[in-house]
């Protein structure tokens, strides 16, 4: 659990978050959180995947002042032993110590999203550069990548 700075300190409790955020709804249809899903270079050791997950959240997530509920999962047993990956639950209101505010609907914005795929593409390059490691990643599509490859060749 990352709690936003000045968030109520009962909200560190992951049962607590979640009802605090379903009670704070009017509608039974609201949407409570948003997930994003984070791919992890399966070349770092464990304790270097934690804190590149955590840096990031805390910088494009908490920062903003969001609550973010973060898993870490290794890969299944009959799975790809490559797939590391982190799930991320965050909140759709930001919180203050009083305890939640209004939805900040720009966290819906695209361009947004589209920067923290670039953010998190930028954050894993310099992880794998610091483990010394060859291998990029790029967060455009793949038709996106061909298309600047042609123009470039």
């Known amino acids: 659990m990352l709690p936003s700075s000045g ?12 009802n605090t955020v379903e009670a704070a709804e009017k509608r039974k249809d609201a949407q409570v959180a948003r997930e994003v899903q984070l791919a ?3 070349e ?3 304790a ?3 804190e590149l997950v955590r840096g990031f ?3 494009q997530f908490v920062d ?7 898993a870490i999962h290794a890969p299944g047993v009959k799975g790809d032993t490559r797939n590391h990956h982190a799930h991320v639950l965050l909140t759709t209101r930001a919180v203050s110590p009083d305890g939640f505010e209004g939805k900040n609907r720009d966290w ?3 361009d947004l999203l589209e920067s923290w795929r670039e953010e998190w593409a930028d954050e894993v390059n310099a992880a794998l550069e610091r483990y010394d490691i060859a291998d990029r990643v790029d967060h455009r599509s793949l038709e996106a990548q061909r298309a600047d490859h042609l123009e470039r060749s």
């Not at 968030?7 to 979640?18: C, F, G, K, Q, T």
């Not at 903003?64 to 973060?70: E, K, L, T």
């Open 7 to 18: 968030a109520p300190s009962y909200l560190a409790d992951r049962e607590v978050l979640w």
């Open 40 to 42: 992890l270079p399966h």
């Open 44 to 46: 770092m050791d464990a």
């Open 48 to 50: 270097g995947r934690e």
């Open 57 to 59: 959240v805390q910088v």
């Open 64 to 70: 903003r002042g969001m609550v973010a509920d973060v």
């Open 108 to 110: 819906n914005a695209k």
